[in-house]
Nanobody, 114 residues
């Protein structure tokens, strides 16, 4: 079973940036498309961005132009670069496959507040 460990969250002011990392316990190349999700308090988990095994990214409209997803298959790691952060980006961020086939990790908290 692949384990996922998310990191890189924190408290940041509006307009700031963070880079999230998701480290997998084994090769992600064979897994295929990976994705970042987030869950804000009282809301359902939502898809933020996904990336194919070949590196093509897709984004939710709410983050398009501000977030960039990338992957390093050699390091078994997926990244989420978040720029121009807004208070509504506050949530716990998780990674998983695009079709959510792996056990969820603990996530990493992102709080955007002045």
């Amino acid at each position: 079973q692949v384990q996922l460990v998310e990191s890189g969250g924190g408290l940041v002011q509006p307009g700031g940036s963070l880079r999230l990392s998701c480290a997998a316990s084994r090769s992600i190349f064979s897994i295929g498309a990976m994705a970042w999700y987030r869950q804000a308090p009282g809301k359902q988990r939502e898809l933020v961005a996904s990336i194919s095994s070949g590196g093509v990214g897709n984004y939710a409209d709410s983050v398009k132009g501000r977030f960039t997803i990338s992957r390093d298959n050699a390091k078994n790691t997926v990244y989420l670069q978040m720029n121009s952060l807004k208070p509504e980006d506050t949530a716990v961020y998780y990674c998983n496959t695009r079709i959510q086939t792996l056990t969820w990790g603990q996530g990493t908290q992102v709080t955007v507040s002045s």
